[in-house]
């Protein structure tokens, strides 16, 4: 509908270009928006005051000329009319509405894709949760946040590869295995206190006994340095494990998962480190090699090397990252936690120093979440092992609610999530809210069938019997989910979809609740066909949207 308007639009200046009514200039861009107030339209352009400079002529007069110009041969508006300053605000016919419906019906699951991304490859960062610990409720909102943003995408008509950065080399890994380490000789009988810094979570403890179970005593004959390294790659990998296993019951898979461990194995670190050194980017000082972050925007020059010889986490990185570009991805998102945000300009600093185009490179900083339990916050820490892990809340309010809530907001606003709201089966839950509407519709057509009522034919004049105000409205709302899905991949919003569907199921649920008025199935045989054909779409677009975000559609609640 917007882009026949859009067309309709774009002709008529150009005719009016071409008949000397308006100065012959560049046709700007067309933007139709939706007006808040429903008298002022189905959509309204602002294109007479963008061409009034060029025209000398007042946006008013510009946009009389616009509508004069208009050849509307396929009857799409009803009304034009020029307002304020110089808005042309566009009524669409109703029964122009009604084709809305059939491509619902005729694209089903695809309805709501495009190609607006065709040809481009995307590669999505996320989650990459260090493996020295389970995943927590922060991990989670970030993988939800991840792996929708891919679907977005994806039904944008992007090539998508999600990947996953397992940290598994570094001062973390072994900090994990002298953790592991204490606590299989305290398991022995051994007394001995955890390092400051240790992981002090029971998990450590788990993880020491099995180790004892398999290796018995005989990590105490070995060199104590071989002892940790041992810990800490079966402490890192026992944790890892688990990571992939909650992430699947999250519903979130990965196409790749790249190891730390292999830029330093394959000597990727060293070379690239060679690299800007030789360019004059890495300068030696005090003993430790820095890189000239603030070439490009740092606050200050970071670390790479330290005085030891030990490289830093951003050493890493900047190899990391030149291996991303070199897999000539067109966009490279990473998602990050917002405690993240101070290494956005370095990263970026490494990335414009290599030559990369730094305008194929983002970061999505998802902030923190605040987890009530009985209008209390739960404390979380990681090392000191006072955390909800993903798992104990996808056990707690299930996947389904866990995924839509960590949705609801955008990832930039720090998000309350109250555990007792998350498991009501109520309107007041918004998962359950959205969701009810496809199980309600699931019922209404199973009754609809048992009486003898089937979907109609599109084509029939059936549906000129939708011709409520909050029929046309309905159908309104469900024209604009295309867009919304285009947007969301456009501006890398996955919050959209949620804030949408909550939107149409309101519009549902006031619709169907006024029994007297709009009751779907009644004796009149036409009507109840032509509103089983209107619910039925709203049940494919609520399927398609709950789909996006990896939450189930039921057909019974």
């Known amino acids: ?193 955890m390092p400051a810094d240790g992981y002090q979570g029971s998990y450590i403890k788990d993880l020491a006994r099995i180790l004892f179970d398999q290796e018995g005593k005989s990590l105490l004959d070995m060199p104590e340095e071989e002892a940790i390294t041992l810990c800490a790659k079966f402490a890192a990998g026992n944790i890892l494990a688990e990571i ?77 990252h030149k291996d991303k570009f070199e897999r000539n991805f067109d966009r490279i998102i990473d998602i990050w936690g917002a405690d993240h945000h101070g290494y956005v300009r370095r990263v970026s600093a490494s990335i414009q120093a290599l030559g990369c185009n730094g305008d194929r490179f983002q970061v999505l900083l998802v902030q923190l979440v605040n987890l009530l339990r009985e209008g209390k916050p739960v404390t979380m820490s990681t090392r000191a092992g006072e955390f909800v892990t993903l798992r104990e809340l996808i056990g707690e309010v299930g996947r389904d609610a866990a995924r839509f809530l960590f949705l609801l907001r955008h990832y930039e606003s720090s998000l309350d999530f109250d555990l007792e709201l998350a498991k009501k089966q109520s309107n007041e839950n918004p998962v359950y809210y959205v969701q009810y509407v496809h199980a309600r519709i699931c019922n209404i057509l199973r009754k609809a069938a048992e009486r003898g009522y089937k979907d109609i034919d599109s084509n029939a004049d059936y549906l000129e019997l939708l011709n409520l105000p909050e029929e046309i409205q309905l159908i309104k709302l469900m024209a604009r989910y295309p867009e919304v899905v285009a947007t969301s991949a456009r501006m890398m919003e996955p919050h959209r979809i949620p804030f949408y569907m909550k939107e149409l199921a309101a519009a549902f649920h006031a619709y169907y609740h006024d029994r007297n008025k709009h009751k779907v199935v009644s004796d009149d045989a036409k009507l109840s066909a032509a509103r089983l054909y209107l619910v039925s779409a709203i049940r494919i677009i609520i399927r398609n949207g709950l789909d996006i975000m990896g939450v189930s559609a039921p057909e019974s609640m």
């Open 1 to 193: 509908m917007k882009a026949n308007l859009s067309l309709l639009v774009g002709q008529a200046v150009e005719a009016a270009f071409a008949a000397g009514h308006l100065r012959s200039a560049g046709l700007p861009p067309i933007e139709l928006e939706t007006p808040k107030i429903a008298t002022h339209g189905d959509f309204s352009t602002n294109i007479a005051m963008n061409l009034a400079a060029s025209q000398k002529r007042s946006p008013r007069e510009i946009a009389r000329i616009i509508i004069d110009h208009i050849v509307d041969s396929d009857h799409l508006l009803s009304k034009t009319e020029v307002a304020g300053p110089g808005f042309i605000n566009f009524f669409i016919a109703w029964d122009k509405w009604y084709k809305v419906l059939k491509r619902v019906h005729d694209e089903g699951n695809a309805y709501g894709t495009s190609q607006i991304g065709i040809g481009n490859r995307v590669q999505v960062e996320f989650v990459s949760a260090n493996p020295t610990g389970p995943l927590h409720v922060g991990h989670g909102r970030c993988a939800a946040v991840g792996e929708t943003l891919a679907a977005i995408l994806k039904a944008a008509g992007y090539e998508v590869e999600k990947e996953y950065y397992v940290n598994d080399s570094g001062r973390q890994i072994r900090t994990l295995g002298e953790s592991v380490f204490v606590r299989y000789r305290q398991h022995i009988g051994k007394t001995l206190d």
């Open 244 to 320: 992939q296993e909650d992430l699947m019951a999250f519903g979130v898979s990965f196409d790749n998962w790249f190891s730390e461990q292999s830029l330093y194995d394959s000597g990727a670190v060293d070379s690239v480190i060679k690299v800007c050194q030789n360019q004059k980017f890495i300068y030696e000082q005090g003993g430790a090699l820095w890189f000239r972050t603030t070439d490009f925007g740092d606050e200050k020059d970071r670390v790479v090397v330290r005085t030891n010889g030990l490289t830093t986490y951003f050493a890493s990185d900047i190899a990391y």
